[in-house]
């Protein structure tokens, strides 16, 4: 957890496979490729939820397997490697850029807007319409059991946004004076479903019922190419003294922590991504363009 947030999460295996790349001593194409396998194998399963940590790996070793049945020698595939890393984490901070641009242009003057969790999306679009000269305010989610909206309130604090902070059950309380829901995402499936952080999917449904309207801020590589041939996404579930961290007195008792829910694409009005806004029952068209139809589910990592 000192990685936190999606775009985070795949920047950083992103910066992962670059070092190893560096760093191995591999002596021959076939050593090196292994060697970068098996580093991806070891980031894979630190997150499984956000969808961003195997795209960015599968941008980096796609290229890799490609320059290698080339014929390419050791020292081009390391360098290729390193490159491709360091442009995986360029076009991701390019994308967030570009999402906080276009997704500006849905907030309006004088909106009061509730947030969830810590997103880089969101708090791009916030910033990018503060900046626009847009006057609003935000409610954050404080997003137990991590607290990660605490960030997301001080970073808005910090670009001089008038925020508020609440705990999540106070979320229908202050609906009903709400104009919009912003949040962000960690995947997105193949029938629009949302997946983000435990609490999500509970504020939409209310927000749904309060008829507030409800914008995703996410980049294409949250897309989730799995899900176009029936793979659900698998929800994380951390350990239970995030909860409850002095277990004392609490003996016999089943303690459950989910990090993510998943968001039915019928409580989203529309997803920003960097190549436009789309609603949630294109993002198949999203992942066709990103993958095509014939992703098969075989890795390169494997």
């Known amino acids: 957890m000192d990685i936190r947030g999606a775009a985070e999460i795949a920047q950083y295996a992103s910066l992962g496979m670059k070092t190893e790349a560096e760093k191995s001593i591999a002596t021959t194409p076939q050593g090196f490729m292994d060697d970068m396998k098996e580093t991806a194998r070891f980031l894979l399963i630190t997150r499984p939820t956000a969808v961003s940590l195997p795209n960015a ?48 242009r ?35 989610c404080e997003t137990r059991p991590r607290l990660q909206g605490h960030l997301t309130a001080k970073a808005l604090r910090d670009a001089g946004i008038d925020v508020t902070l609440i705990v999540d059950s106070a979320a229908r309380y202050f609906l009903d004076d709400v104009k919009k829901v ?48 029936g793979e659900l996404v698998e929800i994380e579930e951390r350990d239970a003294t995030e909860i409850i961290p002095d277990m004392r007195g609490f003996e016999g008792i089943r303690i459950r922590n989910p990090a993510f829910d ?7 009005d529309l997803i920003v991504t960097e190549l436009g806004i789309i609603p949630p029952q294109a993002a198949v068209l999203v992942l066709k363009e990103q993958y095509g139809w014939e992703f098969s589910g075989k890795e390169p990592w494997e």
């Open 106 to 140: 849905r907030i309006k003057e004088g909106d009061i807007i509730m947030t969830h969790c810590n997103s880089r999306c969101v708090i791009s679009v916030l910033i990018e319409a503060y900046k626009g000269g847009k006057h609003f305010s935000v409610i954050a």
């Open 262 to 268: 998943i968001t039915p694409p019928e409580y989203i």
């Open 57 to 104: 790996i599968r941008y980096i070793l796609s290229r890799l397997m490609s320059d290698n049945e080339k014929g390419m020698g050791i020292e081009g595939l390391r360098r290729n490697t390193i490159s491709n890393s360091e442009r995986f984490i360029s076009l991701s901070n390019a994308a967030i850029q570009t999402i906080g641009e276009i997704g500006a």
């Open 182 to 229: 912003v949040i962000g995402a960690d995947s997105v499936a193949a029938n629009g479903a949302v997946i983000n952080k435990i609490g999500t999917s509970t504020i939409a449904a209310l927000a749904h019922e309060a008829r507030v309207r409800l914008m995703v801020a996410a980049e294409t590589y949250k897309f989730h190419p799995g899900t176009m041939h």
